[in-house]
């Protein structure tokens, strides 16, 4: 009569602790801001396809940004051009320069690294990002660009 008590009580204490541990899982797995996981913080202003940004929780991910129509074919005035644009992005969706993880950046032509790393340096604060920038054929950039940046960052 002991023992089937003791192993009722085992039993019930398994699976009350079994509840409360898939209960903690389902709990993690689920986005915090149940409301509005996703924010779009407007539709891009060159192609209405996509949003310039969206927010999922404290996250922040901006489009692929370029010079397009106003590109002047030269790369530092369109790197700067782009990060402005990018920045005002940002800044619509409550995050700003200071706060981005992680930065992409297409080039139509390698030869204007450097050119773009003058007017890169800096515009992050102190602590910059992590980048890759990556090379793309020729025309590979959409519209009349050729610099797109896109990148991550928190609110």
């Known amino acids: 009569m002991k023992s089937t008590r003791r192993s009722v009580i085992t039993s019930l204490f398994s699976t009350i602790a079994g509840l409360a541990g898939y209960s903690l899982v389902a709990q993690s797995q689920t986005p915090q801001n149940n409301d509005a996981p996703f924010l779009s913080t407007g539709t891009s202003p060159d192609v209405t396809l996509y949003p310039g940004s969206i927010r999922y929780g404290n996250l922040v991910f901006v489009s692929g940004t370029g010079a397009d129509a106003e590109s002047v074919f030269e790369i530092k005035a369109d790197t700067d051009f782009v990060l402005k644009k990018m920045e005002k992005r940002l800044l619509a969706a409550?995050?700003?320069?200071?706060?981005?993880?992680?930065?992409?950046?297409?080039?139509?032509?390698?030869?204007?690294?450097?050119?773009?790393?003058?007017?890169?340096?800096?515009?992050?604060?102190?602590?910059?990002?992590?980048?890759?920038?990556?090379?793309?054929?020729?025309?590979?950039?959409?519209?009349r660009s050729i610099i797109e940046i896109d990148c991550i960052g928190y609110v």
């Open 94 to 143: 409550g995050s700003s320069m200071e706060k981005v993880l992680k930065v992409t950046v297409f080039l139509s032509d390698m030869a204007d690294f450097d050119g773009m790393n003058e007017v890169y340096r800096g515009r992050f604060g102190k602590k910059t990002p992590v980048r890759s920038t990556v090379a793309v054929a020729k025309g590979g950039i959409p519209g």
